[in-house]
């Protein structure tokens, strides 16, 4: 099931289609490979509300993982502590399947002019 909200023109997904059955990070990594620009997130937090917010405006329709909205959503943010080695664990991004990281690597990457190639690669960014 996805969703586009009118305010943000970002596609919401429920992150546990199937089953999680094994490895949460083994889950994530689908997950983040099934769509150019993916992010987990919880809703209510101010980073992840920021993340969302630059990559609509420049016109990039991310999927969206609200992990808090999610019953798989707490063994799944662990799985992403464990993978950045940092807490709080949300805003991850993925792009092309890749990590890019947290909202301090994604900032990094936009302001050093590297975000927008990594986007017209994945298909994610057109012009």
Known sequence: MQYQTESWGCSYMPSSRGALGGDPLEHIERLASENAVVIFSISS????????RLFCGMGVNPTVY?????????????????????SPAVPVVFIGGKLVGSMDRVMASHINGTLVPLLKEAGALWL
Do not use: Q, Y
């Not at 609200?66 to 080695?85: F, I, S, T």
């Open 45 to 52: 937090c101010c980073m992840c509300h920021a993340v969302k």
């Open 66 to 86: 609200e992990l808090d909205e999610d019953p798989k959503g707490k063994d799944m943010e662990k799985a992403l502590m464990r993978l950045l080695g940092t």
